[in-house]
């Protein structure tokens, strides 16, 4: 079936569909999450997140609150989309070059390491070491928000700026996933560990042999997911680790699926019967036809297309319900006297926007990487500052550094709220205000 044509949908599927629904999705969650927290309804709205829910097995019961199944459960989902997002990238889209992938890179790099020396740098300023785990909280760049606020600025900004801060956002997510891996995990249990990664090399097997087929990755991600779940290694690592062993060929090239189509429906039409039903060998057709519009895309294209939805208007907006709502008055209070908070604040809203900028321009200057076209360098100090915008990443972080009955957890989930509100809006106005860049001149021969 064709897509219909955004001329044909009503004012709200346009909406929906537009870039900068997902932005705009999560702000209202995150509002709505706040509103709570400072309502006459807060216990219960904390008792909801909190009830517990356990999954049973035989004789093993696996018992968490509805916000951890949330967090370790389908934030999975959210990084097994962001691993797929990553291997794109790297084998076709705009990080498969060192030349297309330089600046981006290096801007992550920056974007990272600055936040994170600013966040260091206070807290042993502070002399607070109860408050060093946080150093990773405003390292990552929320993508679905800070894309969402470039989406707001239509045709204003160049496609090439999208495709920067995409490509950053991508690399800068890659990086936070090997933070989590190497620095916020727990106790290892081996034995878990060791099946976990049978399971990876049985998925990997798979795509080498040519299997195609969606289901068999979904069992492997299942399992993988409960195998992490035990090993004391992050279970959102198991979502990365599988996306890197989905297959990204398809069997089908697109001038072979068009001739074979042709053949099918050349065969449909012509034992075709006016007013009849479909017949049986008609139906063979159809079935053939499927088979090979199946085999005309690779299962990561498939996957990543289907998922995004469940994603964006799913997954990240119900984290924000569960993790944004904060109490106002006391986490204002907690936050103006916690290192961690001015840790992550002074990293999200200087450190990024520093680190980028700086980054940037020695990749452009060392390696004579281009900006991509269209883009100058206003427009890169305005997407420095959109990069600041923490938000899913950065509160996930803040969970798995503190946990939520830490004095510091409450305190640094106002700062990244606060510096994502900052940011958003300095990035915002920065963008609004650059002119666009004046047209290259055309080369004659």
């Known amino acids: 079936m064709l897509p219909t044509p955004p001329e044909q949908l009503s004012p709200l599927a346009r909406m929906v569909r537009s870039e900068a629904f997902p932005g705009v999705l999560l702000v209202a969650c995150a509002l709505l999450a706040i509103g709570i927290a400072n309502s006459p309804w807060v216990d219960a709205w904390n008792h909801l997140w909190h009830t517990d829910l356990a999954l049973t097995l035989g004789s093993r019961t696996l018992a968490k609150s509805l916000v951890h199944w949330i967090n370790d459960g389908l934030m999975v989902l959210f990084f097994f989309f962001v691993g797929l997002e990553i291997k794109h990238e790297v084998l076709d889209g705009h990080l498969q070059s060192f030349r297309q992938a330089a600046l981006p890179v290096a801007a992550a790099l920056g974007g990272m390491a600055a936040p994170a020396g600013i966040y260091a740098m206070t807290i042993l300023l502070h002399g607070a ?59 290892i249990a081996w034995s878990y560990l060791a099946f976990g990664a049978a399971l990876l090399l049985m998925s990997v097997a798979s795509n080498r042999l040519g299997v195609r087929q969606t289901w068999p990755y ?22 990365v680790a599988l996306a890197m062993s989905i297959p990204a060929r398809r069997r089908l090239d697109e001038y072979e699926f068009a001739r074979r189509g042709h053949v099918l429906l050349d065969e449909f039409h012509r034992i075709s019967q006016p007013d009849s039903r479909t017949s049986p060998e008609q139906l063979v057709l159809v079935q053939q036809l499927q088979r090979h519009a199946q085999d005309v895309q690779a299962p990561l294209q498939r996957m990543t297309r289907g998922l995004h939805p469940l994603v964006a208007h799913c997954i990240v907006p119900l984290f924000a319900l569960a993790n944004a709502g904060v109490d106002v008055t006391t986490g204002l209070a907690a ?19 520093l680190g980028i900028l700086l980054a940037t321009l020695l990749a452009a200057r060392l390696l004579r990487a281009p900006l ?50 900052l940011t958003g809006v300095v990035g915002f106005a920065l963008l609004l205000l650059t002119p666009s860049a004046p047209p290259r001149p055309e080369i004659r021969p």
Do not use: C
């Not at 979904?218 to 979502?239: E, P």
């Not at 427009?379 to 950065?394: D, K, P, Q, R, S």
């Open 372 to 421: 991509p076209p269209g883009v100058t360098w206003h427009h890169v100090h305005g997407i420095a500052w959109l990069a600041g915008i923490g938000f899913t990443m950065a509160l996930f972080l803040n969970s798995l550094a503190f946990g939520a009955r830490a004095p510091e957890f409450e305190a640094a989930k106002v700062a990244v709220l606060a510096a994502s509100v």
């Open 218 to 239: 979904v069992v492997y991600g299942l399992l993988l997911w409960a195998t992490f779940l035990q090993s004391g290694v992050h279970a959102t690592i198991a979502g």
């Open 129 to 187: 070491p109860e408050a060093s785990p946080g150093w990773g909280i405003p390292m990552a760049t929320d993508i679905a928000f800070a894309l969402g606020v470039l989406a707001l600025l239509g045709r204003r900004v160049p496609v090439g700026l999208k495709v920067f801060l995409a490509s950053l956002a991508i690399a800068d997510d890659l990086g936070a996933v090997l933070v989590i891996a190497l620095f916020y995990t727990d106790e």
């Open 335 to 353: 936050a103006a006297t916690s290192p961690a908070a001015h840790g992550v604040f002074l990293g999200l809203v200087l450190g990024k926007p």
